[in-house]
């Protein structure tokens, strides 16, 4: 059965400014909008409350994120419009539970609400259509809140991004596509960009939170400089090469570091695995090949195997930045955090 796809917090926006706007403008807030996507889509909205005041109207939409496990499914959105004087166009407020840019580097300017490019042109062409429709210039103040938005922010990338006090309202397609890699790459880009523009001189990119923890126990980094790889080693070193910093650490457990190691830039285990009998013949080690895991390998292979795999998941990654002027250490750590290798920088 396929997966069920969902809308971005931006659709969602862009739907309540609509119907809030409708509201205004003709006196009546519909029980649902229907909005046109980037990509040519045309979804069905229904407005969960709405509320219509002297030049003021706001309306409620629910996020569906389908079948995708996104920490704001089931967040509800809320955009308030307000009549701006005439010749103001288009305004975008952070209303509760709606983060501030306060790094630069973001495609957000340094204190914007956390609104993104696309769901502000997508507010703007249902401002302009709705205008249109009722004769009335689309001068407005728009302002987007999140219930529960702040504690939800905690649970994403924004901390790290300098985006503090809510979530942001994203999206470039409007689509939310279940258990997509891209969000997760455009997240780490966007943390490389954070730590370019704040003239970042070491980051990180761990496989995990052991070993991103193990890390932090290791330098004094403020929280911007953790990029939350995770499995995409690829994406992140793909896109230093076009941005670089002067330093970057690559950690992680026994597991995806040799599949790093052995050429892998997709970590997942899904996507790569694990080429025991190559470890064997690195190791001198017969029994090797038979191991249940990398972490028994290594038990296996000895303080030597882990030194020599740690090495080559360096040269790999210095092999991907392909000339950029980055010095780079890997290090693995166990489930504990504990060491077993590490190549420092050069």
């Not at 309202?169 to 596509?177: K, N, S």
């Not at 939170?209 to 990029?227: C, I, K, N, R, W």
Request: hydrophobic content about 45%; charged content about 20%.
């Amino acid at each position: 059965m396929p997966l069920r796809s969902g809308w971005t917090t931006g659709a969602c926006a862009t739907a309540a400014a609509k119907a809030a706007w409708e509201g205004l403008c003709g006196g009546v807030i519909p029980d649902r909008v229907t909005i046109l996507l980037p990509k040519g889509q045309t979804p069905e909205f229904s407005i969960l409350d709405a509320q219509l005041g002297e030049g003021w109207a706001e309306a409620t939409v629910e996020k569906d994120a389908g079948d995708d496990p996104d920490v704001t499914h089931g967040a509800h959105i809320t955009v308030r419009v307000a009549r701006a004087p005439t010749g103001k166009g288009v305004t975008f407020h952070a209303g509760e539970g709606v983060g501030m840019v306060t790094k630069p580097g973001l495609p957000i300017p340094v204190g914007e609400p956390a609104i993104n490019p696309v769901p502000r042109r997508m507010i703007d062409e249902v401002i302009a259509e709705v205008s249109a429709a009722h004769a009335v210039s689309p001068d407005v103040q728009v302002t987007i809140s999140v219930a529960h938005g702040a504690a939800l922010a905690l649970k994403t990338w924004n901390p790290r991004l300098g985006i503090e006090g809510g979530i942001s309202i994203l999206g470039t397609t409007g689509i939310v596509r279940p258990f997509s890699c891209s969000a997760w790459i455009a997240s780490i880009h966007r943390g490389v960009d954070v730590a370019v523009a704040t003239k970042a001189a070491h980051v990180v990119g761990a496989t995990g939170s052991t070993s991103e923890g193990a890390v932090q126990a290791l330098y004094d980094l403020p929280e911007t400089a953790y990029l939350d790889m995770g499995d995409f080693a690829g994406g992140l070193l793909k896109y230093l090469r076009r941005n670089p910093v002067p330093r970057i650490t690559i950690a992680g457990g026994p597991g995806k570091m040799t599949k790093l190691s052995q050429g892998a830039l997709d970590l997942h285990s899904k996507r790569s695995q694990v080429d025991l009998e190559a470890l064997a013949e690195r190791s001198g080690v017969a029994a090797v090949a038979d191991a249940n895991t990398a972490l028994e390998a290594f038990g296996m292979g000895g303080e030597a195997l882990a030194a020599s795999v740690c090495k080559d998941a360096r040269e790999v990654v210095i092999e991907t930045l392909r000339g950029a002027d980055i010095e780079v250490e890997t290090i693995i750590f166990d489930r504990a955090g504990k060491m077993l290798a590490r190549c420092p920088f050069a």
